[in-house]
Nanobody, 130 residues
Framework: LVRLVESGGGAVTAGGSLRLACAGS????????IGWFRQAPGKEREVVAG?????????YYADSVKGRFTISSDDPKNTVYLQMDSLEPEDTATYYC??????????????????????WGSGVGVTVSS
């Protein structure tokens, strides 16, 4: 059974930080394309960041989070993290992680941008107050 479980969400004030975690199981975690997405109330889902696990330097960030968010992978723990610093009220949303198997590192960016991934978590809430 494939599972992706997000954790680490919560409520912070503007300027604060949170670290989200996405733990995967039931599929080959190394050499996998992992993306973080978010959906605010009344808005469409948008991509946040992406990474290709198993080494290499493929990382993707949406313009809105560049310089504030950092994506990383702990492969032995089958976990991808999203470190979120300098949080703004506009970052308030439900955050989802997703994984794509059978993707190469050079196709991961495109897959993340299109949200064309195989498995999705159920999401975790982030609220940033001003």
């Amino acid at each position: 059974l494939v599972r992706l479980v997000e954790s680490g969400g919560g409520a912070v004030t503007a300027g604060g930080s949170l670290r989200l975690a996405c733990a995967g199981s039931g599929f080959t975690y190394s050499s996998t394309c992992i993306g973080w997405f978010r959906q605010a109330p009344g808005k469409e889902r948008e991509v946040v960041a992406g990474i290709y696990t198993g080494g290499g330097d493929m990382k993707y960030y949406a313009d809105s989070v560049k310089g504030r968010f950092t994506i990383s992978s702990d492969d032995p723990k089958n976990t991808v993290y999203l470190q979120m610093d300098s949080l703004e009220p506009e970052d308030t949303a439900t955050y989802y992680c997703a994984a794509g198997e059978r993707l190469m590192y050079y196709t991961c960016t495109g897959a993340v941008e299109r949200a064309d991934l195989d498995y999705w978590g159920s999401g975790v809430g982030v609220t940033v107050s001003s």
